[in-house]
């Protein structure tokens, strides 16, 4: 079975300029969540989508942060513009409705210089 | 507010010897707790979780995790560590209070087993 699949693995942009990336969850996760995560700290929620609905969008800084999920199952998240401080790892992950673990994809590094 | 928290930067232990990599929650009503580790440039890798029932639970690759109520902890051990068990471990607990709603992390521990 084919894991969380995330494009692409590493993005350099220069600043205000606009980046996206894409997510295909595990074939049957109804739940998608997309993480932040700094150099040296754990990940951070910005994001969790139950089928094609945001049921938690509270910590996505939405005045440069969008994400949509079509038809519930792959995901885009964007940012634009990109700023240097969102230098970061973004990670999506997915899991079964009211389960508990979810499963990680690899991550896209972006650099934004 | 739920958190958990990794009190150890870094943690090094002789191959062979037992580990043990500490977490402590702050989680009201009853703890979803879960260890991730994470190997350079990949993503999180589940190993185990605790929800209910049994205190001490098994995970992938050897690995355990006491849940202690009294103590408020959820340490990670295994009885003989490995070289390729050297990765960065993180404790999680749910943001909210079920199982599916978003994880918050530690900030990670990063394990060295020495050969």
């Known amino acids: 079975e084919a894991g969380v699949v995330q494009s692409p693995r590493y993005k350099i942009i220069e600043k205000k300029q606009p980046v996206a990336f894409w997510c295909n969850p595990i074939?049957?996760?109804?739940?998608l969540y997309w993480y932040r995560q700094n150099l040296g700290q754990g990940p951070e929620l910005l994001i969790r989508?139950?089928?094609?609905?945001?049921?938690?969008d509270s910590q996505l800084p939405k005045d440069r942060f969008s994400a949509e999920r079509l038809k519930g199952v792959d995901s885009t998240l964007k940012i634009q513009p990109a700023e240097l401080g969102d230098s970061a790892v973004y990670l999506c992950?997915?899991?079964?409705?009211?389960?508990?673990?979810?499963?990680f994809g690899q991550g896209t590094r972006l650099t934004v210089v | 507010a739920q958190s958990v928290a990794q009190p150890e930067d870094q943690v090094n232990v002789a191959e062979g010897n037992p580990l043990t990599v500490k977490c402590t929650y702050s989680?009201?009503?009853?703890?979803?707790l879960f260890w991730y580790v994470q190997y350079p440039n990949r993503g999180l890798q589940f190993l185990l979780k605790?929800?209910?029932?049994?205190?001490l639970v098994k995970g992938s690759y050897g690995f355990e995790a006491e849940f202690n109520k009294s103590q408020t902890s959820f340490h990670l051990k295994k009885p003989s560590a490995l070289v390729s068990d050297s990765a960065l471990y993180f404790c999680?607990?749910?943001?909210?209070?079920?199982?599916?709603?978003?994880?918050?992390f530690g900030k990670g521990t990063h394990l060295i087993i020495q050969p």
């Open positions: 989680v009201s009503g009853n703890p979803y």
């Open positions: 999680a607990g749910p943001q909210g209070g079920g199982g599916a709603d978003g994880l918050t």
């Open positions: 989508y139950e089928n094609e609905e945001a049921v938690d």
């Open positions: 605790y929800i209910t029932g049994d205190n």
């Open positions: 074939s049957g996760h109804n739940t």
């Open positions: 992950a997915s899991s079964w409705p009211r389960a508990s673990e979810a499963f």
